[in-house]
């Protein structure tokens, strides 16, 4: 049985750092990303990584401030959240699935149950 369970989130002020972690279980998985979903807002995307780390992608919101990666070894995905900001407070989703590298929901098969991240001003 796939899952995903997600860890690392919290209150932070803003300015400072969060690291997300996200642990497979089950299967391994091409690409691995981080969608989030702010209250009353639509769920979006965050960043994504492809199987050998070598290929990222990012939300313009985010890019510069938080870094995605993986190690495969233990089949956990990162999140480096650096410099938040009150307006990456929502609830942080980890995504799996095994098309080509992307930021579109229907690209991923798996879902976790999020985490929340609050960032206080």
């Known amino acids: 049985q796939v899952q995903l369970v997600e860890s690392g989130g919290g209150l932070v002020q803003a300015g400072g750092s969060l690291r997300l972690s996200c642990a497979a279980s089950g299967r391994t998985f091409y690409n691995m990303g981080w969608f989030r979903q702010a209250p009353g807002k639509e769920r979006e995307f965050v960043a994504t990584v492809s199987w050998s780390g070598g290929s990222t992608y990012y939300a313009d919101s985010v890019k510069g401030r938080f870094t995605i990666s993986r190690d495969n070894a233990k089949n956990t995905v990162y999140l480096q959240m650096n410099s938040l900001k009150p307006e990456d407070t929502a609830v942080y989703y980890c995504?799996?699935?095994?098309?080509?590298?992307?930021?579109?929901?229907?690209?991923?098969?798996?879902w976790g149950q999020g985490t929340q991240v609050t960032v206080s001003s």
């Open positions: 995504a799996a699935g095994d098309s080509v590298i992307g930021s579109l929901e229907y690209e991923y098969d798996y």
